[in-house]
Nanobody, 117 residues
Framework: QVQLAESGGGLVQAGGSLRLSCAAS????????MGWYRQAPGKQRELVAI???????NYADSVKGRFTISRENAKNTVYLQMNNLKPEDTAVYYC???????????WGKGTLVTVSS
């Protein structure tokens, strides 16, 4: 089975930085697309960033230039470096693993990021 565990959330002032981590158990991490999603209060969950198994990233327009997704396959871990945080970044951030060949998706429990103004 695959289990995902996010960490690194917290309270930060606007303009500050946080780094989120997601550690995955299981054997399929290296061939999976990984992603970070977020869900703000009263809103739908939205894609923040994804990174392919080959290391190619893609970002939502709202975070381009501020967030960086990366992965370290040897540690089965994906990261989200968040810089210049804005109050509108406040949300629960979820890690996602997409096993493209089986169509299986796995989710972490989420980590709360609160950005104050």
């Amino acid at each position: 089975q695959v289990q995902l565990a996010e960490s690194g959330g917290g309270l930060v002032q606007a303009g500050g930085s946080l780094r989120l981590s997601c550690a995955a158990s299981g054997s399929i991490f290296s061939i999976a697309t990984m992603g970070w999603y977020r869900q703000a209060p009263g809103k739908q969950r939205e894609l923040v960033a994804i990174i392919t198994s080959g290391g190619t990233p893609n970002y939502a327009d709202s975070v381009k230039g501020r967030f960086t997704i990366s992965r370290e396959n040897a540690k089965n871990t994906v990261y989200l470096q968040m810089n210049n945080l804005k109050p509108e970044d406040t949300a629960v951030y979820y890690c996602n693993l997409d096993h493209r060949y089986t169509g299986s998706h796995y989710w972490g429990k989420g980590t709360l990021v609160t950005v104050s103004s």
